[in-house]
Structure formats: C-alpha cells, structure tokens
C-alpha cells in the first residue's frame, strides 16, 4: 500500500543484532560462581547466544518449547535470554529461592525440555529431579573444569561450556510471529500453586522502549547498568533487554548480593545505574555507612518490588547523592507499570514535599492505563485521597495464566493488581494496601496458604491464618495466627518446629500468636485485612 510504513515484527533477537552491530565493543562484566570476575562484550554475547541456540536446535528444542533456568544474573544466563526466546523457543526462569516441591511443581507444568543451573543450584536439582514427573536435560552452567565430579542427578549431566564449543556460531535468528512467546516466569498467586506468565517477543520489545525512557529507568549508551533484581524474577525488570536496546555496559553480580560485594562492582566498574529491592539496598547503605564510602560513579538507583521508606529515600539521595526512582510493578505486567519520575512543578516544591512525592509509586508508563475502582467496580476520582482496587491494562499487561484451565483474571478487560491505592491528580499512584494475601518478604513471595496448610496439618491445630506483617528489615513477614484444638496445649517452638522441611526455611514464620478465633466474613472467609489491622504492625512492636 502506499505511503504505509514497514512491518517488522517486534523480535527479542532483534535487540541483540542492534547491540552487536552498534554497540558491539561495549563491556558486560560478570561475578561467578567460580569465584572470579567475567568481562566480555556484546559481541561476543551475540556470538556465543548463535552457539547456544544451534545448541538448542541439537538439544532437539522445538519453537515453543520452555527451556528453564535456575542461574544467578550472569553472562551466561543473559546468552540463555536470546538464545531460546530469539530462536522461537520459550524462555523460563525459576526462582531458585522456592522449596524444591514447588519448584517441581513447576518444571513438570511449564514442561520444561532442558533446565539450565549454575553450579550454586546443584543440590536443589538433586533433590528436585527424583520428584519430576516428565524426563529433562540438565545442563550445568560451567566449563569441564568446574564439572562436578560427583552427583545424583539421575540422568546425565551436560556440560554448558562444551555445548557452546562443539556448536556453530553461524545462526539466522528466524523471523517469528512477534505474539509468539518468549518468556515464561511464575509468580505466586493468592490462591493454589504458582501461576506462569508467559511474555511475547511483542510485549517484551514494547515494555523495553517504555521503560528505557528519561522518565521511566532512564537509560543510555554512557551508563554502566547494575541489576541487582535477579534474572529469574521477572526478566530482571527488563534491564537484560533495555542494556542491548540503548548500548549500555551491564554489570553482573552473580550470586554475591551482600553490601560489600555490591559496592565492590558498583565502584570498581563505576556502575551508574542500579536497580534492586529495598532489602538489598539496606545491606549496601550498612556497609557504606560502617566504612564512610561514598559513591563515586552510581547516580540513580531503582527501588521496586516493594515500598521504599522515605528513610531510605533520604540517605541515598541527601548522604550519597544518589537520585532514586521508585517503581511499582509486578510479574503479571512484565514488570514495569509506574516509575516516579518528577514533573516540572516538582522540582520547586520543599524538601519534604519533594520526599512525600517520592513515597508515591509513580505515574504510569506510556502504554500502561489505570484505574482506581470502589467495591461495585464504580472508577473512583484521582484526587489524591479516595483508595481503591487499583486495575490496569496495556501493552504488556497478561491476559491470563500459562496453561490454566481457569477463567480469564480480567474484570471487563482489567487486570486487577490486588493492590489498593489512591492516585493523584498529577496521576502519581500510591499503594496505601494490598487486597490478595500473599506476604512479600525481601521482594519474594510467599504464599500464605501454603503456609497456613502446613499449620493445619499438625494434629492439634483446629485453625491456622496466616497474614503478611510489616518487617523493619525484609518489608514483611509472615505471622501466623492459630486457633488450638480444645485441650491442645501445643506451643509456639513446637509448631515452629514443625514447619522444618516442609517448606523453605524462609517461609517460615517468624511468630505464631495463638488466637480464641479468627474473624469470619459472610461467606464463611477469613477478613484477613481486619486481620492484618490488628496484628499489622506485630513485628514492629514485638
Ligand atoms: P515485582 O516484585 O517484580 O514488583 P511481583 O509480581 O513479585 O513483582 O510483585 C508485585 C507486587 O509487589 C505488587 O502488586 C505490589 O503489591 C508489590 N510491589 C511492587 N512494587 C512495589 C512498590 N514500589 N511499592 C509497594 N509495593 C510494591
């Protein structure tokens, strides 16, 4: 037709031959698991993912097909992100921190072909492969050298560094349906087992363009980028796929996330731009603190996952000159949804009203609609006080859960985020609460029923609610609430002790508060938000 623009599909691998043809010199730096320090370029990352994907192609994955992940944030996992999604099979990144039931869980519904592990995993792949229902290839993430000599990994185990050297590096990145899909991560929902959100190569390019922009990450060929969020939580809030886009240096911390660590790279590779939970970033402001470092180089740092606290705000930016953005987002929105970049009118206001902005999740991304709603679904005003059911929709928001059976999360073409907030006439969204009763600690779920379930397996609890309660150090943690059978006289330590090896140990909660009863609604349900008033601010004042 004429006068009409080109179509092109929106292709993962076509961020990373940008990358190799215009910023092919540019460095990616990784810690390892071995221990030492990685350096190489986007050249040859584009080299060494056409390898892997004629690896891939060997291995006999198929397009479509999930090729899973358990790796820290490194080069090689970041060759994994292009060489499955860019030649049309399925990414999958598993979060390594989930008890090893779940994590099988997992592997066998996402029918994942091949699983990739850095050698830190071993042991979980151990005790997750006898539980797996459908067969795999497991692939260490090293070279011989590193190879374990001993393993129960009941099938044989490849070796990563091998299937690069043994494969051509000539591979034509196929042009693929841009709504094809090209990565898979599960988040936990409210109810039942972990859900999987599955990414096209179209919702991945277009969350890339929007979340690099100067209000949004901000991002450049002259920064040196720090992703601290791991690869296997949501594509790393996307930053692997925003570096290629705009040419930045990326920076790997591999598996030491530690304060010393941390500023360790961030200084010695003169990192400009970071990224991480707020459980993350109190451990680096300890240890720059205990030894009065400054940074020399870092000059914004994104705080997400989790609400970062105007405390932390301020030490950053008033001790360390260190801008922050903060950002909501969430695995159902591939994550980004609202970043907190200031208007003009802003940049005027004093200290403290600059501060209260900065509390406030953010305005949302081009491409990301939202909306605040009242109990009957009527829109609520954005006038900074009357809270809602916060609902978005866009370009990379999910339409529904990968493989299941159930009904469509939409509500009239929403996705409800479970979160409440109020919005702003500036539009700047604000989470006062959480409506879903997931409690997220250190920026990782956990889920309460699962929990609650394991309480309720002791033989002498009648009741077990579990709620999230705010944490000085990990945000939140789980507090369990439980109701004794008559003439149980069970105790705290005793059923503490009874979660051992029945989930992670993390996931264990912190206090057990035993109750003559719980609150009921009209359905018989739980009122966990009455719940949480009560005992809200528990570990606080504990
Ligand atoms: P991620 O941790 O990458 O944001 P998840 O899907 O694990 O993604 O969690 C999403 C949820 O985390 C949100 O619905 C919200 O409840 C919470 N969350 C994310 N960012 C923030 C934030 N900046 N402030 C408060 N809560 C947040």
Redesign the pocket.
């Known amino acids: 037709m004429e006068g009409l623009m080109m179509q092109q599909p929106l292709l993962v691998a076509s961020l990373l031959t940008h990358a190799e043809r215009h910023h092919g010199g540019q460095e990616i730096v990784s810690r390892r698991v071995e221990g030492d320090i990685h350096r190489y370029t986007y050249r040859d990352l584009a080299q060494r993912a056409r390898r892997l994907a004629n690896a891939l192609a060997a291995l006999g994955i198929g397009p479509g097909e999930r090729v899973g992940t358990l790796a820290w944030n490194g080069y090689r996992h970041m060759e994994l992100y292009f060489a499955a999604s860019g030649s049309g099979s399925v990414l999958h990144t598993l979060n390594p921190r989930l008890h090893v039931d779940q994590l099988a869980y997992i592997f066998d519904h996402a029918e994942d072909r091949v699983v990739f592990f850095d050698l830190t995993f071993l042991p979980l792949i151990e005790s997750a492969a006898p539980l797996l229902k459908s067969p795999k290839i497991f692939v260490a993430m090293t070279d011989r050298a590193h190879m374990p000599s001993k393993h129960n990994v009941p099938i044989m185990l490849m070796c990563y560094e091998d299937l690069i050297k043994g494969s051509n590096d000539e591979f034509d990145w196929p042009l693929l349906d841009e709504n094809s899909a090209a990565s898979l991560c599960y988040?936990s929902g409210t109810t039942g087992n972990p859900k999987g959100v599955l990414y096209s190569h179209r919702s991945t390019v277009l969350h890339t363009y929007a979340a690099a922009l100067p209000d949004s990450l901000n991002c450049s060929a002259r920064d040196s980028i720090l992703p601290v969020?791991p690869m296997f939580?949501?594509n790393a809030?996307g930053l692997p796929y925003i570096a290629c886009m705009v040419g930045a240096k990326l920076v790997f911390p591999g598996p030491a996330l530690d304060g010393k660590s941390l500023y360790e790279l961030i200084e010695g590779e003169q990192v400009t731009l970071s990224a991480g939970?707020p459980t993350v970033w109190q451990g680096l402001l300890t240890h720059v603190g205990e030894r009065r470092g400054e940074f020399s180089s870092m000059r914004r740092t994104v705080?997400?996952?989790?609400?970062?606290s105007t405390a932390m705000a301020t030490e950053f930016q008033e001790q360390y000159r260190v801008d922050v953005l903060?950002?909501?987002?969430?695995?159902?929105l591939s994550?980004v949804g609202t970043v907190c970049s200031f208007k003009a009118h802003h940049e005027a206001l004093p200290r403290q009203d600059r501060y209260a902005v900065q509390s406030k999740?953010g305005r949302a991304l081009f491409g990301i609609d939202m909306k605040i709603v009242g109990p009957d679904g009527e829109a609520m005003p954005w006038d900074g006080v009357a809270a809602g059911d916060l609902l978005v929709r866009g370009h990379w928001v999910a339409m529904n859960y990968f493989g299941s059976e159930g009904a469509s999360p939409l509500r009239d073409g929403w996705f409800p985020?479970?979160?409440v907030a109020k919005i702003d006439p500036d539009g700047f969204m604000h989470?006062t609460d959480?409506s879903?009763d997931v409690i997220?600690s250190g920026?990782e779920?956990i889920s309460s029923i699962d929990i609650e379930n394991v309480a309720c397996l002791h033989p002498q609890v009648a009741m077990a609610v579990c709620i999230a309660a705010r944490h000085p150090k990990w945000d939140e943690r789980p507090l369990l609430l439980v109701v004794r059978k008559p003439g149980s006289d069970v105790d705290s330590q005793a059923l503490l002790e009874f979660f051992d090896g029945r989930v992670a140990k993390w996931w264990k909660p912190d206090a057990i508060v035993f109750v003559e009863s719980v609150p009921l609604g009209g359905t018989g349900k739980v009122l966990k938000n009455q719940l949480r008033e009560q005992y809200g601010d528990y570990y606080l004042t504990a």
């Open positions: 988040t969020v939580h949501v809030w939970v705080i997400g996952g989790a609400a970062c903060h950002a909501w987002g969430m695995t159902e994550p999740q985020t479970g979160d989470i959480r879903k997220k920026g779920w």
